[in-house]
């Protein structure tokens, strides 16, 4: 069965700073992975996503996530972080088969040290 | 292009009451999937719609229901409505759904459901 772990409920890093969001993934075959963040009161927003090739994908806002198929993980990663960023980032696995459904991390909530 | 959208924003019911949702895609989306999010169990799959069929299910009991309309407007329902509800439902559309190639999901800003 498919299964998303994020290790790191919260995170806190000072703006300027780089970022790295830990995920896990556990799943048979190649999976599809996803990097989403929630503003307070808001839905979820897609930053990036991984289905194959190049394993470094680049998304929006800055964002860039290295799928390792050895470790099991996806990891979002930022340069230097801006106070805007502070939110909760939930990693994702899907699976496209006739019974498919996306399955989400826990989620990580980043707050920005001024 | 007009985001996903959900009413109502906010609702407080009473237990054993029943209580519909409704989600509007973005325009040409046929896909409708539904999340609920809760602090404890984090966003769980409800279901997902696709030209008024229901493609995919998750793990809720039968009180969760849904329909889609010929405009690929979605509405849940939950009946008999438990403590245990409460949660911000989303909801995300798609152009060829979870079992498109891209399944790249939209989501709306979710109904905060209240049950006391």
């Known amino acids: 069965a498919q299964s998303v772990t994020q290790p790191d409920i919260h995170i806190t890093v000072s703006e300027g700073a780089s970022l790295e969001l830990r995920c896990n993934y556990s799943?048979?075959?190649?999976?599809?992975l996803f990097w989403y963040v929630q503003s307070p009161g808001q839905g979820l927003q897609l930053l990036l996503k991984?289905?194959?090739?190049?394993?470094l994908v680049q998304g929006i806002k800055g964002f860039e996530a290295e799928f390792k198929r050895s470790q099991s993980s996806f990891n979002l990663r930022k340069p230097s972080v801006h106070w805007s960023d502070a939110a909760e980032y939930f990693c994702a696995v899907g699976a496209y088969s006739s019974a498919s459904k996306i399955i989400f991390g826990s989620g990580t909530r980043l707050s920005i040290r001024p | 292009k007009a985001g996903v959208t959900q009413t109502p924003r906010y609702l407080i019911k009473t237990r054993g009451q029943q209580v519909t949702l409704s989600c509007s895609p973005i325009?040409?989306?046929?896909?409708v999937s539904w999340y609920q999010q809760t602090p404890g169990q984090g966003l769980q799959f409800l279901f997902e719609y696709f030209s008024e069929t229901q493609r995919n299910k998750g793990n809720f009991p039968g009180r969760f229901s849904g329909r889609q309309f010929s405009n690929s407007r979605s509405e849940m329902n939950v009946s008999t409505l438990e403590l245990g509800d409460s949660a911000l439902y989303l909801c995300?559309?798609?152009?060829?759904?979870?079992?498109?190639?891209?399944?790249?999901?939209?989501f709306g800003p979710g109904t905060r459901l209240t049950v006391t």
């Open positions: 991984y289905f194959s090739g190049d394993t």
């Open positions: 325009s040409g989306h046929r896909s």
């Open positions: 799943y048979g075959a190649t999976p599809y």
């Open positions: 995300a559309s798609s152009l060829q759904g979870l079992a498109g190639v891209s399944g790249e999901q939209y």
